[in-house]
């Protein structure tokens, strides 16, 4: 070994060039550009009221898309997040048929959330299983509950104060639900980029084996992920039953799939390993943009459905196109 | 070979089905008459066609969550071009089903192969593009029995030794793809492209090229599906067969297909049909709201799952048991 | 069994001066890296040629272009004077050239016959698979190579040995008249080598022309007819074997001359820092008790497959042991995970670098804090210029080299690889740090830093165990030599007892 140690820069290239190369800054570009768009095409959009509204498209479904990033960018998948939300929605309208208040429904609500994430954590980390199949099943249970508790029946009758997580407002027209997604945004981005857990689900996503042979905790970082996202799920449950101030268990049908759009949209890799919070943001405020715009032109929101599921393959698709084209 | 193979998935499943039969029986004589099994073989042929095109794809390393919805959009497609030309032949359909289907089954499968975009992403997309380019055509009308030629409601109930056409293709598909897979090249590649990725490269199969034809398969089987769902039926709108992606995975899944690729069997996933389709028949007659279908089949994936992974755990080397009759 | 591969080559070997298959002037390019820079080869048939060069030299590339998994830029390959182009593998395989690789390659839920027949299986009527057909020749092909595999049992159901030997029989089955071998010895046991060059014998007396790949030179020198050496992309010499010794082999392959000597080490050794008594576990290990001292180097020596790496893996808290215990510095402790390990200072660089040791898609200062963030963070929060500082600290004293700390470790070569798994564990101060395969895949040069590294680290007084299947290296580094066979422990041997044929005997159990 030669004593004279070379020297190593620590970076070629300094953070914020790195940022500007991101796929987020071209994400930010096309939802300016949606934002323009829309300005021009309908009168309404550009008022205040408005623009609140369209947060309503987003806010619940992007809090659950944070932890399933974190998730996803671990390697493993939750496409239970829907079902929870009907589960938890179906116990916290039970529990006001038997006159449980406000504070007791947000109990039920996050305690069904974390029973249903710590069972998920449970079969994919404790049992082994691949969590995409395991998912897949426990979606069709837990919403099955639902439907073995309610049938085709609803429940209503929540009580008024509860109606504020979905319908109150903070300040002006700044909701509830939007202060909320606003801090749960910068609470993931912390703990996704500034902390060792964090840095953990990067290395596991990256190379599980590796990871667990460095030391890290492999089984028990996934099963905190299962978890939050399972706590994430109640958070969305209650704030949606609030909104909607009756339960049905066909409630937040197919979110699971709007939710990893929305995820791989902002460009976390849906093979694990790469991501941000920064990128899941904008994206949700892509979704909410296509959605509310459309929306404001009268377009059904099964066509919306096609512009989505374009915009899903389309982002992925043209950079390789491209550079297909380049070689 | 077959001999260990009929040893262990295949027999155990027909196993579950025979107890599960039997405690059915017991409460519900009726239900194990050869006319009644034969119904309930017919009602689950759908999910038999789509369950075989699934587990191709699935032998891949792939999954295909745009069947249910290339099911809808060819059963409209069909559907108009009844209404349109009343006199064109049903077998004149029925290619036209299968050639649209096959079709969209491609478009998954360039994108997967050009593109290497994963395949969970891809159809993720092209379910819900799929399903806006029906409400696209129909402009979310219903196309409803009367309007539909006679020939074209006919074809999949006409009897042939007892049993409706519908169940005849069902065993036709059966058959007929038990014979690809096991003695055609095209069929042994889906095994080695999926058990090992990396090696079948060099053994001269080009890996993305069978992913298309897997999802070509799987395609045309959904368009087959698709003319008789709505033939059937005498129905076709938007939201036909929706979520039905997800029972096509669970049949896999019970019929001990591996979700990681390489491991499945046409008569697996046959039987895991059939077990689904058993219990969402059996729930009416022994008097359990139907609303429990879905927890089951969910409680089913989960076991099916774990059993499944039980089966083909890594042993461990065995480097012991040499030495210990060596001393 | 084989009259048309024995037919096909016979006028071939009537001629001895013209080979089956060239490669003329071959260059391959990636974006930013020339792989292969106007390679020439010539391989003839009924001889092997062993291809020579560090990692990295351009070897797997050839062997990937040979199989038509990648296209030359520039250049010919010739079959019999022509010019020919593998467009894809199968192209390759019509055209009698066929690979066997490091790893065997095979599909574990095919049955062995289909395994030996994929892609080019015996058609019966209306061009389906004639499955009897393909299961008497698969058993033909195996018989006569003197395996005794039933072709119906599932690839999965047999072991490292035998998927070898369902390798060659595929290689056999397509009437190559190539045959590529790509470390074929990598992975098995002394007597299972020995039954692989009377194969290649045999392969030989067939007329087939053969390219062996091999790290080891006494191999090569023992079954190879001519070499050809490889260094950075470029062809740097050939000839027949008699006129080269291993020193001028070794010498064009890193462009120097390159001692085999290891460093010379002071035996000091301090107190007890690690016992081990009775560890067992039910199929991989029993019985397994020794002591390791501050400084000493400890080395553990074993065929392929004697049970050390798992061994290993189990004092780090992988797998879980079924009895036995640990004390590390007086303290009895139980590990129950590689987190638990580490907190208690042992560490584990392993053998499969790749999937174990590295997190490719990483920066290399967040590979080496992976296992000290608790360290380099605050209540949690990372600190970058922490991390920096840490990485830097420990990549310097390894002499890495790379572009920046921020470069993913993915994009080093295989020795700076290993230096930044060795400094990562380095960086959590250990007590106990083992080493498993450390030289294993690494060129010569980063070799000898490694060893002279251990030196350092062994005299600063950490306790080091080394699993090695060199002979060479395991007496050269160590104090002391535990062998294993079988999963227990053979031998323990020191001083004068640490002798070749020594270790070779109770690893063999002769």
């Given at each position: 070994?030669?004593?004279?140690?070379?020297?190593?820069?620590?970076?070629?290239?300094?953070?914020?060039?790195?940022?500007?190369?991101?796929?987020?800054?071209?994400?930010?570009?096309?939802?300016?550009?949606?934002?323009?768009?829309?300005?021009?095409?309908?009168?309404?959009?550009?008022?205040?009221?408005?623009?609140?509204?369209?947060?309503?498209?987003?806010?619940?479904?992007?809090?659950?898309?944070?932890?399933?990033?974190?998730?996803?960018?671990?390697?493993?998948?939750?496409?239970?997040?829907?079902?929870?939300?009907?589960?938890?929605?179906?116990?916290?309208?039970?529990?006001?048929?038997?006159?449980?208040?406000?504070?007791?429904?947000?109990?039920?609500?996050?305690?069904?959330?974390?029973?249903?994430?710590?069972?998920?954590?449970?079969?994919?980390?404790?049992?082994?299983?691949?969590?995409?199949?395991?998912?897949?099943?426990?979606?069709?249970?837990?919403?099955?509950?639902?439907?073995?508790?309610?049938?085709?029946?609803?429940?209503?009758?929540?009580?008024?104060?509860?109606?504020?997580?979905?319908?109150?407002?903070?300040?002006?027209?700044?909701?509830?639900?939007?202060?909320?997604?606003?801090?749960?945004?910068?609470?993931?981005?912390?703990?996704?980029?500034?902390?060792?857990?964090?840095?953990?689900?990067?290395?596991?996503?990256?190379?599980?084996?590796?990871?667990?042979?460095?030391?890290?905790?492999?089984?028990?970082?996934?099963?905190?992920?299962?978890?939050?996202?399972?706590?994430?799920?109640?958070?969305?449950?209650?704030?949606?039953?609030?909104?909607?101030?009756?339960?049905?268990?066909?409630?937040?049908?197919?979110?699971?799939?709007?939710?990893?759009?929305?995820?791989?949209?902002?460009?976390?890799?849906?093979?694990?390993?790469?991501?941000?919070?920064?990128?899941?943001?904008?994206?949700?405020?892509?979704?909410?943009?296509?959605?509310?715009?459309?929306?404001?032109?009268?377009?059904?929101?099964?066509?919306?459905?096609?512009?989505?599921?374009?915009?899903?393959?389309?982002?992925?698709?043209?950079?390789?196109?491209?550079?297909?084209?380049?070689? | 070979?077959?001999?260990?193979?009929?040893?262990?998935?295949?027999?155990?499943?027909?196993?579950?089905?025979?107890?599960?039969?039997?405690?059915?029986?017991?409460?519900?004589?009726?239900?194990?008459?050869?006319?009644?099994?034969?119904?309930?073989?017919?009602?689950?042929?759908?999910?038999?066609?789509?369950?075989?095109?699934?587990?191709?794809?699935?032998?891949?390393?792939?999954?295909?969550?745009?069947?249910?919805?290339?099911?809808?959009?060819?059963?409209?497609?069909?559907?108009?071009?009844?209404?349109?030309?009343?006199?064109?032949?049903?077998?004149?359909?029925?290619?036209?089903?299968?050639?649209?289907?096959?079709?969209?089954?491609?478009?998954?499968?360039?994108?997967?192969?050009?593109?290497?975009?994963?395949?969970?992403?891809?159809?993720?997309?092209?379910?819900?593009?799929?399903?806006?380019?029906?409400?696209?055509?129909?402009?979310?009308?219903?196309?409803?029995?009367?309007?539909?030629?006679?020939?074209?409601?006919?074809?999949?109930?006409?009897?042939?030794?007892?049993?409706?056409?519908?169940?005849?293709?069902?065993?036709?598909?059966?058959?007929?793809?038990?014979?690809?897979?096991?003695?055609?090249?095209?069929?042994?590649?889906?095994?080695?492209?999926?058990?090992?990725?990396?090696?079948?490269?060099?053994?001269?199969?080009?890996?993305?090229?069978?992913?298309?034809?897997?999802?070509?398969?799987?395609?045309?089987?959904?368009?087959?599906?698709?003319?008789?769902?709505?033939?059937?039926?005498?129905?076709?709108?938007?939201?036909?067969?929706?979520?039905?992606?997800?029972?096509?995975?669970?049949?896999?899944?019970?019929?001990?297909?591996?979700?990681?690729?390489?491991?499945?069997?046409?008569?697996?996933?046959?039987?895991?049909?059939?077990?689904?389709?058993?219990?969402?028949?059996?729930?009416?007659?022994?008097?359990?709201?139907?609303?429990?279908?879905?927890?089951?089949?969910?409680?089913?994936?989960?076991?099916?799952?774990?059993?499944?992974?039980?089966?083909?755990?890594?042993?461990?080397?065995?480097?012991?048991?040499?030495?210990?009759?060596?001393? | 069994?084989?009259?048309?591969?024995?037919?096909?080559?016979?006028?071939?070997?009537?001629?001895?001066?013209?080979?089956?298959?060239?490669?003329?002037?071959?260059?391959?390019?990636?974006?930013?890296?020339?792989?292969?820079?106007?390679?020439?080869?010539?391989?003839?048939?009924?001889?092997?040629?062993?291809?020579?060069?560090?990692?990295?030299?351009?070897?797997?590339?050839?062997?990937?272009?040979?199989?038509?998994?990648?296209?030359?830029?520039?250049?010919?390959?010739?079959?019999?004077?022509?010019?020919?182009?593998?467009?894809?593998?199968?192209?390759?395989?019509?055209?009698?050239?066929?690979?066997?690789?490091?790893?065997?390659?095979?599909?574990?839920?095919?049955?062995?016959?289909?395994?030996?027949?994929?892609?080019?299986?015996?058609?019966?009527?209306?061009?389906?698979?004639?499955?009897?057909?393909?299961?008497?020749?698969?058993?033909?092909?195996?018989?006569?190579?003197?395996?005794?595999?039933?072709?119906?049992?599932?690839?999965?159901?047999?072991?490292?040995?035998?998927?070898?030997?369902?390798?060659?029989?595929?290689?056999?089955?397509?009437?190559?008249?190539?045959?590529?071998?790509?470390?074929?010895?990598?992975?098995?046991?002394?007597?299972?080598?020995?039954?692989?060059?009377?194969?290649?014998?045999?392969?030989?007396?067939?007329?087939?022309?053969?390219?062996?790949?091999?790290?080891?030179?006494?191999?090569?020198?023992?079954?190879?007819?001519?070499?050809?050496?490889?260094?950075?992309?470029?062809?740097?010499?050939?000839?027949?074997?008699?006129?080269?010794?291993?020193?001028?082999?070794?010498?064009?392959?890193?462009?120097?001359?390159?001692?085999?000597?290891?460093?010379?080490?002071?035996?000091?050794?301090?107190?007890?820092i690690l016992?081990?008594?009775?560890?067992?576990?039910?199929?991989?290990?029993?019985?397994?008790?020794?002591?390791l001292?501050r400084?000493e180097?400890l080395?553990?020596?074993?065929?392929?497959?004697?049970?050390?790496?798992?061994?290993?893996?189990?004092l780090f808290?992988?797998?879980?042991?079924?009895?036995?215990?640990?004390?590390i510095d007086?303290?009895?402790?139980?590990?129950?995970?590689?987190?638990?390990a580490?907190?208690k200072g042992i560490v584990y660089?392993?053998?499969?670098?790749?999937?174990?040791?590295?997190?490719?898609?990483?920066?290399?200062?967040?590979?080496?804090?992976?296992?000290?963030?608790?360290?380099?963070?605050?209540?949690?929060?990372?600190?970058?210029?922490?991390?920096?500082?840490?990485?830097?600290?420990?990549?310097?004293?390894?002499?890495?080299?790379?572009?920046?700390?921020?470069?993913?470790?993915?994009?080093?070569?295989?020795?700076?690889?290993?230096?930044?798994?060795?400094?990562?564990?380095?960086?959590?101060?250990p007590k106990v740090i083992i080493?498993?395969?450390?030289?294993?895949?690494?060129?010569?040069?980063?070799?000898?830093?490694?060893?002279?590294?251990?030196?350092?680290?062994?005299?600063?007084?950490l306790a080091v165990i080394?699993?090695?299947?060199?002979?060479?290296?395991?007496?050269?580094?160590?104090?002391?030599?535990?062998?294993?066979?079988?999963?227990?422990?053979?031998?323990?041997?020191?001083?004068?007892?640490?002798?070749?044929?020594?270790?070779?005997?109770?690893?063999?159990?002769?």
């Open positions: 070994m030669t004593n004279t140690a070379r020297f190593i820069p620590d970076r070629l290239e300094s953070p914020l060039e790195r940022r500007l190369k991101s796929w987020e800054t071209l994400l930010l570009a096309v939802a300016v550009g949606i934002f323009i768009v829309n300005s021009f095409t309908s009168p309404y959009f550009l008022n205040a009221w408005n623009l609140s509204d369209m947060t309503f498209n987003f806010t619940e479904k992007a809090m659950i898309a944070f932890a399933m990033a974190l998730l996803i960018i671990a390697g493993e998948i939750d496409l239970s997040v829907a079902s929870i939300i009907a589960l938890a929605s179906t116990a916290m309208g039970a529990a006001v048929q038997v006159g449980v208040g406000t504070p007791g429904l947000v109990l039920i609500g996050l305690g069904v959330g974390l029973i249903c994430g710590a069972f998920n954590g449970f079969l994919v980390t404790k049992m082994g299983l691949p969590s995409i199949v395991v998912t897949i099943g426990t979606m069709s249970l837990f919403r099955g509950i639902s439907y073995i508790v309610l049938g085709d029946q609803a429940y209503r009758g929540y009580p008024s104060d509860f109606s504020f997580f979905g319908q109150g407002y903070v300040f002006w027209v700044i909701s509830f639900e939007f202060v909320l997604f606003a801090i749960i945004a910068l609470l993931y981005f912390v703990i996704l980029h500034k902390t060792n857990f964090g840095r953990a689900v990067y290395a596991i996503g990256n190379n599980a084996i590796g990871a667990e042979f460095s030391g890290i905790r492999v089984a028990r970082v996934k099963f905190i992920l299962f978890l939050l996202t399972g706590l994430m799920s109640g958070i969305a449950a209650i704030c949606l039953t609030s909104r909607l101030a009756s339960t049905r268990p066909s409630i937040a049908f197919g979110w699971e799939l709007e939710i990893v759009t929305m995820v791989v949209l902002g460009g976390v890799s849906i093979l694990g390993g790469s991501g941000s919070i920064p990128g899941v943001v904008i994206a949700a405020f892509v979704m909410g943009l296509v959605t509310f715009g459309l929306g404001l032109l009268n377009v059904p929101g099964i066509v919306m459905s096609i512009v989505i599921g374009l915009l899903l393959i389309g982002v992925i698709a043209l950079p390789r196109l491209w550079e297909k084209w380049r070689a | 070979m077959p001999k260990q193979i009929l040893m262990s998935r295949e027999v155990l499943l027909t196993g579950a089905i025979a107890l599960l039969l039997a405690i059915i029986a017991t409460r519900f004589p009726a239900f194990i008459t050869p006319s009644n099994l034969a119904n309930v073989f017919n009602d689950t042929a759908p999910l038999i066609l789509l369950a075989i095109g699934q587990m191709i794809v699935i032998l891949t390393r792939c999954i295909d969550l745009s069947v249910a919805a290339n099911l809808a959009l060819t059963g409209m497609v069909v559907s108009m071009i009844n209404v349109a030309m009343p006199g064109l032949p049903v077998p004149i359909i029925i290619l036209v089903a299968v050639g649209f289907g096959a079709l969209l089954g491609m478009v998954n499968g360039i994108l997967v192969w050009k593109l290497e975009i994963p395949p969970i992403v891809v159809t993720l997309g092209t379910m819900t593009i799929f399903r806006g380019t029906i409400f696209l055509l129909s402009e979310g009308k219903w196309i409803n029995a009367h309007e539909f030629s006679d020939p074209f409601k006919a074809f999949p109930r006409a009897e042939l030794l007892g049993l409706p056409l519908m169940s005849w293709i069902a065993i036709a598909a059966v058959i007929f793809f038990s014979i690809v897979m096991s003695r055609t090249t095209l069929g042994r590649a889906f095994y080695a492209a999926g058990g090992n990725p990396h090696a079948a490269t060099y053994a001269g199969i080009d890996v993305g090229r069978t992913q298309f034809w897997a999802f070509t398969i799987s395609g045309a089987l959904a368009g087959l599906t698709g003319y008789l769902w709505v033939s059937r039926f005498a129905v076709a709108f938007v939201d036909l067969a929706g979520g039905f992606e997800l029972s096509v995975v669970a049949a896999c899944v019970i019929g001990g297909v591996a979700i990681m690729g390489g491991i499945g069997t046409v008569v697996g996933a046959m039987l895991g049909a059939l077990f689904l389709g058993i219990i969402s028949n059996a729930l009416p007659v022994v008097n359990i709201s139907p609303f429990w279908q879905l927890a089951i089949s969910g409680g089913a994936i989960i076991i099916a799952v774990a059993l499944n992974a039980q089966a083909n755990r890594e042993k461990g080397r065995i480097i012991l048991k040499r030495a210990e009759h060596a001393t | 069994m084989l009259m048309k591969a024995e037919k096909k080559s016979e006028p071939a070997s009537a001629e001895n001066d013209m080979p089956v298959l060239t490669l003329n002037g071959v260059t391959k390019t990636f974006p930013g890296v020339t792989a292969l820079s106007e390679v020439s080869l010539e391989l003839f048939p009924g001889k092997v040629t062993a291809l020579v060069g560090e990692n990295g030299a351009g070897k797997s590339t050839v062997v990937k272009i040979l199989t038509g998994i990648y296209q030359p830029n520039g250049g010919q390959i010739e079959i019999d004077g022509s010019p020919i182009r593998f467009p894809t593998a199968q192209d390759a395989g019509d055209a009698g050239v066929t690979a066997i690789h490091q790893e065997t390659v095979l599909f574990d839920e095919l049955s062995v016959a289909e395994n030996v027949f994929l892609g080019h299986a015996p058609r019966g009527r209306f061009g389906l698979i004639d499955t009897s057909v393909m299961m008497d020749r698969a058993r033909e092909i195996l018989e006569g190579i003197g395996a005794n595999i039933e072709p119906r049992t599932k690839l999965k159901d047999l072991g490292i040995a035998n998927k070898h030997l369902v390798a060659i029989a595929r290689a056999l089955s397509i009437d190559a008249r190539v045959v590529i071998m790509d470390e074929p010895t990598a992975a098995l046991s002394q007597k299972e080598i020995e039954e692989l060059y009377e194969l290649v014998e045999e392969l030989k007396t067939q007329g087939k022309a053969i390219l062996f790949i091999s790290h080891k030179f006494d191999e090569i020198f023992r079954i190879a007819d001519s070499y050809t050496v490889f260094r950075d992309g470029a062809l740097v010499g050939n000839g027949a074997i008699a006129d080269v010794t291993e020193a001028e082999l070794v010498k064009m392959m890193v462009g120097r001359e390159v001692s085999q000597i290891f460093p010379n080490r002071e035996h000091n050794t301090g107190d007890e016992v081990v008594e009775g560890y067992e576990h039910p199929t991989e290990f029993a019985d397994i008790s020794f002591t001292r400084g180097i080395g553990f020596y074993g065929l392929v497959g004697a049970g050390r790496s798992e061994f290993m893996q189990s808290g992988i797998t879980r042991p079924s009895a036995g215990e640990v004390t007086g303290e009895r402790e139980i590990i129950r995970s590689p987190a638990d580490v907190g660089v392993p053998e499969d670098r790749g999937r174990q040791g590295a997190i490719a898609a990483l920066p290399i200062f967040q590979n080496v804090t992976l296992p000290s963030l608790g360290r380099t963070s605050k209540n949690g929060f990372l600190k970058l210029a922490e991390e920096f500082k840490l990485a830097r600290e420990y990549t310097e004293r390894l002499d890495l080299r790379a572009a920046s700390l921020d470069t993913d470790v993915g994009n080093l070569s295989g020795g700076n690889q290993q230096k930044v798994v060795i400094a990562k564990w380095l960086a959590t101060q080493l498993d395969e450390p030289t294993k895949g690494i060129d010569i040069g980063s070799k000898a830093a490694v060893h002279e590294f251990m030196a350092e680290l062994a005299a600063e007084g080394m699993v090695s299947s060199e002979i060479p290296e395991v007496l050269g580094m160590s104090d002391r030599v535990i062998v294993m066979r079988e999963g227990r422990i053979a031998a323990e041997l020191s001083g004068d007892d640490m002798a070749p044929e020594t270790l070779v005997r109770h690893a063999a159990g002769i």
